[in-house]
């Protein structure tokens, strides 16, 4: 799918704007606090209804204004699609398909779009808990059944810690905690045998992107950590999982909760395996944050077999020229329309005799089309 063009109206620093885009690259050149990721939020807020930034409306619409209007027509298999967008102070939102008023529900995976920008590097940096977020949410939306344990798994998780909880220095504590222990340990052992076929797909994409821009010097791998020690007899991931919860009961019952499970495991993002949250510099850090993001739209596209719009701020900053250069060459053979933002001067990002699509220069909330 691609988008044809975007009209802003009072969006953010924008007055009046319509951007026609490119089907493969598009680069947004300018200085910082000029619109360029407002415009990237304005095309996503169209195709989803949703910001990657804020979830008040209200702060989108240009200050003195009060209201925003967005358009735009998006091509799809299924043909050509005109969608706007309106929003008025308090809370007035319409949403229109062909002319016709949809709920926000139905907007919301109408148009698969991917955004990445700086805050994802977050996935590699931080805690597990961002990284099992990363997973469940590809997964979800990748498979219905993935949903359904998940959150199955969870509702279990939850009963049994309240028993925990309430119940621990009670007789019957041992007996109330056992009925949860099965459906927490078969549950348990669904999702985490779903999460390692799921990394082990997106590990796959992943890699590729490391190839395109560093040969084989970098490779990339994901390994799933899992708290149940399984030593990679997953056959028997249930009986494991039950014996050594088990084992963990004394120490439940000190802390309060539950102690093993896939509610804390995590997984390993690993540069030439070495951990890359300890030993790759910010701008490996950031492609392997990318190749996760990458990893997810071939997933999304496999699954639905519309290639998703990717938007992606500010991704230069970090990399040395010929890394840009690969970047930029990977991106165009994927073939998926890709609206770039960029602080880095043209001719920092490629060798003049390279096209990378249409080039946008972006001024105090203004936008031109530049020859490159
Ligand atoms: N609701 C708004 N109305 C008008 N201007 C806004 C609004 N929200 C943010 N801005 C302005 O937009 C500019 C930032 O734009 P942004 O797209 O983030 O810049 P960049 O080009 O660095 O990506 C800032 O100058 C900010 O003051
Ligand atoms: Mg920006």
């Not at 799933?224 to 020690?229: F, H, I, L, P, S």
Request: hydrophobic share 40%; charged share 25%.
């Amino acid at each position: 799918m691609f988008l044809e063009y975007i009209s802003l109206q009072n969006f953010r620093n924008y007055r009046q704007q319509e951007v026609s885009f490119n089907t493969a690259l598009n680069l947004l050149v300018g200085e910082n606090a000029q619109g360029k990721t407002n415009l990237l939020e304005a095309v996503y807020y169209l195709l989803t209804c949703r910001s990657f930034r804020t979830e008040t409306d209200r702060e989108m619409a240009a200050w003195e204004s009060g209201s925003f209007y967005l358009k735009g027509a998006v091509q799809q298999q299924a043909g050509r699609k005109l969608a706007e967008i309106g929003f008025q102070t308090p809370s007035k939102l319409q949403i229109k398909i062909n002319g016709a008023v949809v709920q926000k529900r139905s907007h919301l995976f109408r148009f698969p779009v991917v955004f990445f920008g700086p805050d994802d590097l977050c996935l590699v940096k931080e805690g597990p808990a961002i990284r099992r977020r990363y997973l469940d949410l590809v997964g979800s939306r990748a498979e219905p059944q993935y949903y359904r344990i998940l959150k199955d798994y969870h509702r279990v998780l939850r009963q049994r810690n309240r028993v925990i909880k309430e119940k621990r220095f009670t007789v019957s504590f041992k007996k109330n905690l056992e009925i949860w222990n099965e459906p927490l340990v078969g549950l348990g052992s669904k999702l985490i045998k779903q999460r390692i076929s799921l990394l082990n797909r997106l590990g796959v994409w992943c890699k590729e992107l490391f190839f395109n821009l560093y040969s084989k010097s970098q490779v990339l791998t994901l390994q799933y950590m899992c708290t149940v020690d399984h030593h990679g007899d997953l056959d028997n991931l249930a009986g494991h999982f039950y014996r050594q919860l088990c084992l963990k009961q004394a120490e439940e019952e000190i802390r309060g909760y539950t102690l093993l499970g896939p509610h804390l495991d995590d997984f390993n993002i690993s540069l030439n395996h070495r951990l890359a949250k300890v030993y790759s510099s910010q701008g490996q850090q950031r492609v392997a944050a990318l190749a996760l993001k990458i990893g997810e739209i071939q997933l999304l596209e496999f699954i639905s077999q519309e290639k998703p719009v990717l938007l992606l701020d500010d991704v230069f900053s970090e990399l040395d020229f010929e890394r840009r250069g690969q970047l930029l060459n990977f991106l165009k053979n994927k073939g998926m329309q890709t609206v770039i933002t960029t602080v880095v001067p043209l001719e920092q990002l490629l060798p003049s005799r390279d096209n990378p699509g249409r080039i946008f220069s972006v001024r105090e909330g203004r936008v031109v089309e530049t020859a490159p």
